[in-house]
């Protein structure tokens, strides 16, 4: 598993909120979350986020123990220690073959499109290479999540979507280079997908 490292990704000006103090450079420090770490985790959501919904879904994860991958929440904190980004990657299965989902992910407002959300992206997955997890797949934007490595699941893998999602947006990552295995996906009850 991988331990508290830094990235080389530096802030770029711009993209702040505009009341929000703009982020000094830095270099973020990346790692699994702590327990201390869970109210600024749902600060991050409640801040990113219009709603709750998403704030409440990462909690709701953490409380069940078939869905939470204990180190495969990860956090990017400032040097001086203030959480800006988190992502989630939780137990769901294909068909019956486990894999990861990777969501939520959340970028403090004035902290976003520095590159902390694609750091901290970034470093849950290579934690999960680590763990041996094997296939990740996202639902999201079809834009943002490529540069990861993720592709259409259904076209490229035959992972099909638990509803009927846009090919575009509903993405898989073979995380070992194997072709992952094929079936619909059933994500973790917390997220209330049928
Ligand atoms: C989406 C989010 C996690 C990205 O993190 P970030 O640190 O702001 O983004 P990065 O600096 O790593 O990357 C910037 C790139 O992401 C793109 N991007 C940012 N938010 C995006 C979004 N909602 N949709 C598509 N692309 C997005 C930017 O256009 C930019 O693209 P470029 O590199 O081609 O110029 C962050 O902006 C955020 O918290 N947004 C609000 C919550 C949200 O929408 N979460 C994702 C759904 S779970």
Redesign the pocket.
Known sequence: MSGTHDSDASPAAGGNAPDAPAPAPATWRLRPETAQDVPAVRRIHLA??ETAGEADLVDALRRDPAAWLPGLSYVAGTPDGTLL?HALLTRCHIDDAPAVAL?????LPAY???????AVIRALLEAAREAGERTAIVL??P??YPRFGFVPAATRFGILPPQPWPDEAFLALSLDGSPPPRGTVRYAAAFGID
């Open positions: 990113a986020f980004a969501a939520p992910c959340a970028v976003q499109q520095c590159g902390a959300g694609g999201g934007h834009s943002y």
